[in-house]
């Protein structure tokens, strides 16, 4: 330890950090879970994860984490041997596909390089190719937290749409939601997943989905329900059949409070504060990059996410370059995963975050490369503050 005390930072891309608010909704006694105010929380909780969805359709919470919620998402609208369409963008979408697969669907990949985003003529394009109408369900990922991706869930949506397909287009907003725009309904999404731990501020421990029209109507026929998942028994009269049992009551505490706070400051103001810290990093890395060794992982500018940056290193070690962040200054960076890993470090820049905690993230990177030797265009904090300062004016 050198420079470390003080609180550790967590710039990985889930769990993130969790605000001081939010923990200390959750220091208090349980209920019982038949009493009035409970069954109250829960109303206000469902009603506005429909509005953060976007969505004037139904939503759902689980005790679980976000492969959970892909769970129910692919349980409750499939039956063994429906045709699935992934849309490679890096890990988590492959990983959900192979989720489908061992749950007996069919599985095909519109394949990605994990550097660029989904193209929505190659969706459009498979779609108009199948003219029997075996595709039965469409799963995209909004932002890949592997690979530093952004996709465009509404240009897939209206390629989808052009077609005139009628395979359920269904959305993973993991690392997305609470964090730039996503409007469910108006993107032709009809199913929908989320997760407590990154854009909602939450403890991991909360999986959420959202489910359109076309989606219930698609439900009714499931050959994949299960009584956990099942939206059926959780359409239920009685309020313990809303969470198949006893309630994550603490969980629901604190996501009480972190939607008060997401709505307190401004869902448009939320994703531009996303918007600018992110070019910020972007910024930053954009300088380094001058130093032929770190450059980005997706290529083109406007497949970049808001919510994370993945740095490519050539020739040193990024776990190297973590372990000195970590361990020298507390702070934590992502590491690559899938195909990244060993091969790039992922800073996050989402849910509860501010200029103050990425500039010092940016510092404490710029500190390393330094320190360690790796050759970086000088300048990467000083590209990020000049950023702020001409966007951010009194």
Known sequence: MTVRAGREFLAVPGPTNIPDEVLQAMHRPALEIYAAPLIALTDTLLRDLRTVFGTAGASYIYAANGHGAWEAALTNVLSRGDKVLVLESGRFAVDWG???????AEVEVVKGDGRHAVRPDDVAARLRADKGGAIKAILAVQIETSTGVGNDIAAIGAAIKATGHDALYVVDTIASLGCVPFTMDAWGVDVAVAGSQKGLMCPPGLGFVAAGARARSAHRNAGLRTPYWDWAVRDGELHYQKYCGTPPEHLLFALRKALDMLFAEGLDNVFL????????????????KEGKVIDFNVEPPADRSDTVTAVLMEGFDPNALRSYCEGKCGVVLGRG???????????????HVNAPMVLGTLGVVEQALGALGIPHGKGGVQAAVEWLSESVKP
């Not at 192979?98 to 007996?104: F, H, K, S, Y």
């Not at 890993?341 to 849910?351: Q, S, V, Y």
Request: net charge positive.
């Open 98 to 104: 192979e989720a489908a697969a061992r749950l007996g």
């Open 273 to 288: 504060r996303h918007r600018l810290l992110a070019e910020a990093v972007r910024r930053a890395v954009a300088a380094w």
């Open 337 to 351: 995963i899938g195909k990244l890993n060993g091969k790039a470090f992922r800073i996050a820049h989402m849910g």
